[in-house]
């Protein structure tokens, strides 16, 4: 059976000759190969990291099953999607809700595994009736009004979590994560988060230097007097261990608020497959059911572990356009590096330090911009929000999702935030379009501003 991992050595094996591409199945020189699999190894730290830290996850679980994920994806689709599969952060708020919710770091795990099945069936589903139903049960109205709420529901954990542990810092680390998204160009443009990081970190220590100890709320809420930059952790860890693996734990309210995120996923996967065809000229709409079902089985098995669930990841796909080489085989570098970084204690305890105003600044802009992209799913797709069969469920499930609106099903039983108002979206849609009027479910060129294409039609 083909698994993907034999290449062929692309020309000299130095660099790509002028126009051409490294494909899937070729590869440059080992050291090169492997320099290029650092790269993407840095590409997806920002957001692999961060999203374990927020989830209150082990870093270095989160980084090591990152890499068994990979190989996953990599062996499942036969080394035709050139991909890095990274901690998804459209989780980071469905931890949020657990966790207020008195659910622990096991419940969570144990809702994101429940996520990772639905997107493996998903897969299996794709693969045997074609993407078709994914466009039928998730038209783009749907997706985008669902991955907008995901992000924008996170905006209340910024605000009273992370952002008041020290203002300033989280100001300043905002001020230059948007600096860096916008002026710098090609891959540092991709690692922008990470810079921020970084930048924000390094600025904690200064702050703490000159200024000496801050008197805020901790994570918990607790005012106290405290170093910006508790690194104390990080020499008392080790250089080489296993990270902290637990067992996930199942309950039902849990997963009814993780399961909206399968959407998300879906969405992410699909993009990602689209795009990755499109760079590399292959057609690979044959690959995506396999590519769905792939990250549904990694995901489950990083949370059966007690890491978090995985993604296809974006940035990976900046540094494939930057330097046009799609080899696979930079991609199984990545994974092995990842799986030593896991293995390195005191790595983690570098990250676990990150500063709560650190990561004030850095979400401020991270979630605005996870919700955004369900904007951008709308924008692609040319929804027309003026048509009240897309108007309607959007506009409720967003509010409700945002608002964290609940509903006290029975006494033990709740439903709020992201899985109420998901519900509201995608009920609401479907059950309104059978009674919505044929000239709602069609599709119309936009009229002049001002006017809309959705009133009655005229009587003859």
């Excluded at 952060?89 to 969570?108: H, N, R």
């Excluded at 919700?371 to 959007?394: E, F, M, S, Y």
Aim: proline fraction near 5%.
């Amino acid at each position: 059976m083909d698994l993907g991992v034999r290449w062929t050595l692309h020309g000299d094996g130095r660099t790509p000759a002028p126009g051409a591409v490294v494909k899937p199945d070729e590869r440059l020189s080992w050291p090169r190969t492997f320099g290029l699999g650092a790269q993407h190894v840095v590409a997806m730290f920002g957001a692999s990291f961060v999203a374990p830290v927020l989830m209150g996850l082990d870093p270095n679980l989160a980084i090591m099953m990152s890499g068994v994920a990979t190989a996953i994806f990599l062996l499942a689709t036969r080394g035709k999607v050139p991909s890095y599969l990274g901690c998804s952060l459209s989780f980071v708020g469905v931890a949020a809700v657990i966790k207020a919710d008195g659910g622990s770091i096991a419940t969570i795990t144990g809702a994101c595994l429940a996520v990772g099945a639905a997107l493996f069936l998903i897969g299996l589903a794709v693969r045997r009736f074609g993407a078709g139903i994914i466009h039928a049960a998730m038209p783009p109205v749907v997706t985008g009004a669902v991955v907008m709420l995901i992000g924008f529901n996170l905006a209340p954990v910024t605000a009273s979590t992370y952002w008041p542990q020290d203002q300033w810092t989280a100001l300043l680390t905002m001020l230059f994560t948007g600096l860096a998204v916008v002026a710098l160009r090609g891959f540092w443009a991709r690692i922008a988060i990470f810079l921020g990081l970084l930048f924000g970190y390094g600025l904690s220590w200064v702050l703490d230097r000159i200024l000496g100890p801050i008197t805020s709320a901790d994570g918990s809420g607790a005012v106290s007097e405290h170093w910006r930059l508790d690194l104390s952790g990080v020499a008392d860890a080790a250089w080489i261990g296993l990270p902290d693996f637990h067992a996930p734990a199942f309950e039902l309210s849990a997963i009814l608020v993780a399961l909206p995120v399968v959407i998300a996923l879906v969405a992410e996967n699909v993009g990602h497959v689209k795009a990755v065809g499109e760079m590399t000229g292959d057609d690979l709409d044959g690959k995506l059911g396999t590519a769905i079902a792939a990250d549904g089985a990694a995901s489950m098995l990083s949370t059966g572990f007690g890491g978090p669930p995985n993604t296809t990841y974006s940035e990976n796909i900046g540094v494939m356009a930057a330097t046009r080489v799609y080899s696979t085989a930079a991609y199984w570098a990545a994974a092995l590096f990842a799986l030593l970084f896991g293995l390195c204690p005191k790595f983690g305890a570098v990250v676990a330090a990150i500063p709560g105003g650190v990561l004030g600044g850095i979400t401020v802009i991270l979630y605005g911009m996870i919700g955004l992209l369900g904007a951008q799913i709308w924008t692609n797709a040319k929804v027309d929000l003026r048509n009240p069969l897309n108007l309607v469920p959007c506009a409720a499930g967003l509010i409700i999702g945002i608002g964290n609106v609940s509903m006290e099903i029975t006494e033990n039983f709740t439903l709020s935030g992201i899985a109420l108002g998901t519900i509201v979206v995608i009920t609401g849609y479907h059950v309104l379009r059978l009674f919505a009027p044929a000239h709602f479910k069609v599709e119309e060129p936009l009229l002049d501003e001002g006017t809309s294409s959705y009133d009655e039609p005229p009587t003859r």
